[in-house]
Antibody, heavy 119, light 107 residues
Framework: QVQLQESGPGLVKPSQTLSLTCTVSGGSIRSGSYYWSWSRQPAGKGLEWIGRIYTSEDTNYNPSLKSRVTISVDTSKNQFSLKLSSVTAADTAVYYC???????????WGQGSLVTVSS | EIVLTQSPATLSLSPGERATLSCRASQSVNSYLAWYQQKPGQAPRLLIYDASNRATGIPARFSGSGSGTDFTLTISSLESEDFAVYYCQQRSNWPTTFGGGTKVEIK
């Protein structure tokens, strides 16, 4: 079973770009068995799906965030990444990466990474 | 976008009691629905996938049922570690969406 771990800055200034990386272990990111996705959760609130990548050419984003989001994959490092531009305080949240099975509705999640947007 | 509505928002029960949680979809998701458990400070943990399949290591007291638009997560006899927030998730249609959650609290 794959395992995932998020990493990146815990503090980002308003109007800047939030960048997070998810490292996949226990399997290859090129296996074709997973969609690699990002979700987030503001403190005390529910979960919001951000987007996912299957291959470099196959991405889907939440329409509410699409204009600011880029998800990419680095197969040489077995990692995938999230970039969210023009952040505001409303983007403060715990960000989770996940591997969503292509065969069924199961998924494997990382531990989460808290990102605070503040000057 | 498919909207998932979970009810009730809060369920107050005692250990040993049966918990029944509902998730209703705004349109059919077939059986492509998962249930997650989340405790404070932790990531969501997969309980049920494809509406009724228990994930690896999940106790038999957790069961899922339903298809189409109406789904149920049942905890047959609550243990102390089951008091948490539960979310349903659909990946039948993009974008993936989550329900608002049901908090199961100790009565």
């Amino acid at each position: 079973q794959v395992q995932l771990q998020e990493s990146g800055p815990g503090l980002v200034k308003p109007s800047q770009t939030l960048s997070l990386t998810c490292t996949v272990s226990g399997g290859s990111i090129r296996s074709g068995s997973y969609y690699w996705s990002w979700s987030r959760q503001p403190a005390g609130k529910g979960l919001e799906w951000i987007g996912r990548i299957y291959t470099s050419e196959d991405t889907n984003y939440n329409p509410s965030l699409k204009s600011r989001v880029t998800i990419s994959v680095d197969t040489s490092k077995n990692q995938f990444s999230l970039k969210l531009s023009s952040v505001t305080a409303a983007d403060t949240a715990v960000y989770y990466c996940a591997g969503d099975s292509v065969y069924d509705s199961s998924g494997v999640w990382g531990q989460g990474s808290l990102v605070t947007v503040s000057s | 976008e498919i909207v998932l509505t979970q009810s009730p928002a809060t369920l107050s029960l005692s250990p040993g009691e049966r918990a029944t949680l509902s998730c209703r979809a705004s349109q059919s998701v077939n059986s492509y629905l998962a249930w997650y458990q989340q405790k404070p400070g932790q990531a969501p943990r997969l309980l049920i996938y494809d509406a009724s399949n228990r994930a690896t290591g999940i106790p038999a007291r957790f069961s899922g049922s339903g298809s189409g638009t109406d789904f149920t997560l049942t905890i047959s006899s609550l243990e102390s570690e089951d008091f948490a927030v539960y979310y349903c998730q659909q990946r039948s249609n993009w974008p993936t969406t989550f329900g608002g959650g049901t908090k199961v609290e100790i009565k």
